[in-house]
């Protein structure tokens, strides 16, 4: 921004106190004169658009690249050379759901075949079936069938309304994968409670924990991303050799996202040897068992739930 658009006057016109410089240190406006050229509004909007994807991009490559850094730059009162993480992580979210969502829609029946391939024996889910296996759930779990009876009664009511099985199959999954975004936020909170009760609690506390929580999530998101576009990509080829060179990449965003934890977690929370990395494993294994029961959940509420 050229300084030919400040203001003369030293006064802030939206709060009155005093601008040293540029921006007023009370409520953060800029003087700028008010009589600009209308591409003055434009040119503002791309260079602060310009400044967020740089600092977008530059967030992204340190937090792949420097595990537990982000956090530990965060903590220490040196926030303005990065996205802040909260900002960070919507940032990061909604272009990766929008991008995935879009490319869902593109090849949906094609996806829908490379989860879902019925066996050529399996049974037809006929009203009488489902009816039947709603008395045998009865019968046989009785002290759970509160759980069983509105999972048989949805799947009654969809078949009274024709709808086949490998219609409820690709409505269930295109529902549930969008619903994905949802259970990450929804884990959040109750992945950094996790780390603050098993932390030192007197020089790391909740918010803390839920910054490294923030920015671990954030990684993950962008692990999916990487796994869907290789997913994609999969399901469109028809080449065994590219099939077995992308299984193999995606069994390394698995392992790499569980080193990333261990380092990260190491890093900032000052693990030492072995302990850390057992400490470090035995969270992100009990994470992964929570987040486990909410997606069994989610996966359940979606069905009950599904129009």
């Not at 400040?6 to 410089?21: F, P, T």
């Not at 609690?201 to 920015?215: A, E, L, P, Q």
């Not at 392992?255 to 470090?280: C, E, L, R």
Request: hydrophobic share 45%; with cysteine; net charge neutral.
């Amino acid at each position: 921004m050229k300084t030919k658009n400040l203001r003369s006057e030293n006064n802030c016109l939206n709060c009155g106190n005093i601008v040293e410089v540029r921006f007023c240190s009370h409520c953060g406006q800029e003087n700028l004169i008010l009589d600009l050229p209308f591409y003055f509004a434009f040119l503002s909007y791309f260079q602060t658009k310009a400044k967020y994807d740089k600092n977008l991009i530059k967030s992204t490559k340190t937090l792949i690249k420097e595990p537990g850094f982000l956090t530990k730059e965060y903590t220490k009162g040196r926030r303005a050379s990065h996205l802040e993480p909260v900002r960070f992580y919507i940032a990061v979210s909604f272009i990766v759901f929008f991008v995935t969502s879009f490319l869902y829609s593109l090849h949906h029946t094609q996806s829908f075949r490379f989860y879902y391939e019925p066996e050529d024996d399996m049974q037809i889910l006929t009203e009488d079936v489902v009816s039947k296996m709603d008395q045998n759930a009865l019968q046989e779990h009785p002290n759970v069938y509160f759980l069983y009876h509105p999972f048989y009664e949805k799947l009654l009511s969809l078949k009274k309304e024709g709808w086949s099985d490998d219609l409820i199959s690709e409505k269930l999954l295109s529902k549930f994968v969008n619903n994905i975004p949802t259970a990450l936020f929804l884990y959040l909170p109750v992945f950094a409670l996790v780390l603050w009760i098993f932390s030192d609690r007197k020089n790391y506390t909740y918010f803390i924990n839920s910054i490294f929580s923030i920015h671990y999530f954030t990684l993950l998101i962008i692990s999916f991303f990487v796994w869907y576009l290789l997913e994609s990509l999969q399901i469109i080829s028809k080449i065994d050799f590219i099939d077995q060179v992308i299984m193999f990449l995606q069994y390394g965003i698995i392992i790499f996202v569980i080193f990333h934890f261990v380092i990260a977690y190491k890093k900032f929370f000052d693990k030492k040897g072995i302990t850390g990395v057992i400490t470090a494993v035995g969270l992100l294994s009990f994470n992964l068992l929570l987040f486990s029961l909410l997606l069994i959940s989610l996966l359940y509420y979606t069905f009950i739930t599904m129009e």
